[in-house]
């Protein structure tokens, strides 16, 4: 689980809607006296959902707070389910509130699991808590053959600690790495449904996901 020397030598990065990964240089993480609790965390979020809409700036706003909130309220990283062998992977939601713009998800794979190659069709940030995951980005390159056709452009081993954030059109698959389940902590803006696609590298189709 994340500690908080953790979070004092972890990494943040970006993935733009071209697959450039970024690194990100944000304020040092100071630990609150008391408990950072996740209803403090809704309310400073719904607030910088509601002054910043550039969503790069709004998920460089927000990983302070996940790195907070995770690092204080230590309750949260064991609130996860434990993912069964078919399909090996679960997801708790945490937080879905009928109007509230955002969703707070556990998520569980089980090691040698692969994700789908996929967008989220909103931001999003991704703090793994357990484990190691290895994110491959992709970028589109559309041809008049193949609109859909996609590349990769890089890949990024996370560890307990690490932050993530992706913008809408950011594509990506994860595989579990090690020998223990991975876990992370992800909060998703709202979905635009219609636009979220799992690619295909081989036929360079995409179909809703």
């Known amino acids: 689980m994340v500690t908080s020397t953790d979070c004092l030598h972890s990494q943040n990065w970006l993935v733009n809607d071209s697959g450039d990964y970024i690194a990100l240089n944000l304020e040092e993480l ?3 006296e008391k408990p950072y609790r996740l209803y403090r965390f809704l309310t400073e979020l719904e607030d910088i959902l509601d002054h ?3 969503d790069c700036f709004r998920i460089q706003a927000i990983m302070p707070l996940v790195r907070k909130l995770l690092a204080s309220s230590y309750w949260l990283q064991m609130e996860f389910s434990e993912p069964p062998i078919d399909p090996g992977w679960s997801v708790k939601f945490l937080y879905d509130e009928y ?3 955002s969703t707070i998800q556990m998520v569980a794979w089980l090691p040698g699991n692969i994700s789908p190659i996929h967008n989220h069709a909103t931001w999003g940030i991704v703090a793994v808590v357990g484990g190691q ?3 491959q980005f992709w970028r589109k390159v559309s041809t008049l053959e193949y609109p859909n056709h996609i590349e990769c452009v890089g890949e990024k081993i996370l560890v307990p600690g690490d932050i993530i954030g992706f ?4 594509i990506h698959c994860v595989e579990a790495l090690g020998n ?3 876990v992370t902590f992800n909060l998703y803006g709202e979905t635009a449904y219609h636009q979220r696609f799992e690619f295909d590298r081989v036929t360079h189709e995409a ?3």
């Open 180 to 182: 223990e389940p991975v």
């Open 167 to 170: 913008t809408a059109d950011a």
């Open 133 to 135: 995951e290895k994110n």
């Open 207 to 209: 179909k809703n996901f």
């Open 52 to 54: 910043i809409t550039d």
């Open 99 to 101: 109007e509230f713009p």
């Open 30 to 32: 100071t630990l609150p």
